[in-house]
């Protein structure tokens, strides 16, 4: 991929591994994304660790190096792209009980995840006749995009994954199951459920979505539609440019350009998805942000942290 001239790098990673003590390791690292002004957030949990976050190269660049100076992280992969302005407003380094709630005791991907598939051989795994091809993520993301012929399993959150494999999946009748997720952490979970579950032949996509467009030249690409990712992009094209979607800001669904173009839209208040639904207190509020936030893009502050605006402004 050319080298970008846009000034903010946007950098998705995660990694299982055991971390016995993974507090200890949040003070620190949130002083050196503090201090590299790096904006995002990173999950550290007892099964590894996992987050997007953005800033200068060089900024992304020393906190890989950081991490990957830990043996555990040595193996440590960074899914990539670009943009001209930071899209994250704050910096937190949380604790939890898994970097992916799945919420099913006992899943390692560590012992048991499936067979990962780099992105230049996925298109003949997903093409063969007998292999069941399922999109991992949640509904909202399918809608803005999908693999061709892929499987919505219409949930709602992660958690519901699980239920989702034993209402409709298999083992005996599902004998080569493939699946991917937006950067590879979800579709690697789900692999080592099914393992659990009895599934024999069990594929994931290496990178996820965002390392497949990054590999796979849109000529070749069996992707359709565009990528929802986590930030205030909210979507991403095939070349990883910002896409066309926006984002409601009162229900956070993406937003399509006809939906834009609605009479129940209102920017920051109300779309056509949660229009109804909030009470006239709580959309006055929305308002307000909308205001404010609004203010502050013109102040070019755009709600960041000081550090983040000075790097901005340098």
């Known amino acids: 991929m050319p080298v970008s001239t846009r000034p903010v790098v946007v950098c998705a990673l995660y990694r299982f591994v055991q971390l016995d003590d993974y507090r200890r390791l949040q003070a620190p690292l949130q002083q050196l994304l503090e201090e ?27 906190l890989l190096a950081w991490l990957r100076s830990d ?7 960074g899914r990539e792209s670009c943009t001209d302005r930071l899209p994250f407003r704050h910096v937190r380094v949380q604790l939890k009980q898994e970097i992916v709630t799945m919420g099913v005791p006992g899943i390692d991907p560590n012992r048991r995840a499936g067979t990962c ?7 003949d795994l997903i093409r063969a006749p007998d292999v069941l091809l399922i999109d991992t993520r949640n509904d909202y993301e399918v809608r803005v995009g999908s693999f061709r012929n892929a499987v919505n399993p219409h949930t709602r959150s992660f958690r519901d994954f699980p239920r989702y494999v034993r ?29 659990e579950l009895g599934f024999a032949r069990v594929f994931h996509l290496r990178g996820g979505i ?33 896409g066309s979607y926006r984002l409601c800001h009162a229900c956070r669904m993406p937003l399509a350009p006809a939906d834009l ?16 639904l909030h009470s006239p207190q709580r959309q006055q509020r929305f308002a307000e942000r909308e205001k ?23």
Not at 211 to 237: A, H, I, K, N
Not at 306 to 311: C, G, I, P, V
Request: hydrophobic share 35%.
């Open 36 to 62: 590299q002004a790096i904006a995002g957030s990173l999950l550290l949990a007892p099964e590894g660790i996992n987050g997007t976050v953005a800033g200068s190269r060089a900024a992304i660049d020393t």
């Open 71 to 77: 043996v555990r992280f040595a193996g440590l992969a």
């Open 117 to 123: 598939v780099d992105p230049a051989d996925w298109n």
């Open 167 to 195: 209402d409709h999946l298999d083992p005996a009748r599902h004998r080569k199951v493939a699946m991917y997720c937006t950067g590879g952490i979800r579709c690697e979970k789900s692999t080592a459920l099914l393992r």
């Open 210 to 242: 965002l390392g497949y467009l990054e590999q796979v030249p849109p000529q070749d690409s069996l992707w359709e539609g565009e990528c929802f990712v986590f930030d205030e992009r909210v979507t991403l094209d095939h070349r990883l440019q910002p």
């Open 261 to 276: 173009q609605h009479p129940a839209y209102l920017p920051g208040i109300r779309c056509p998805h949660c229009s109804g």
């Open 292 to 314: 404010q936030m609004q203010l502050a893009r013109s102040r070019g502050a755009a709600h960041l942290g000081s550090a983040a605006r000075q790097t901005m402004e340098r």
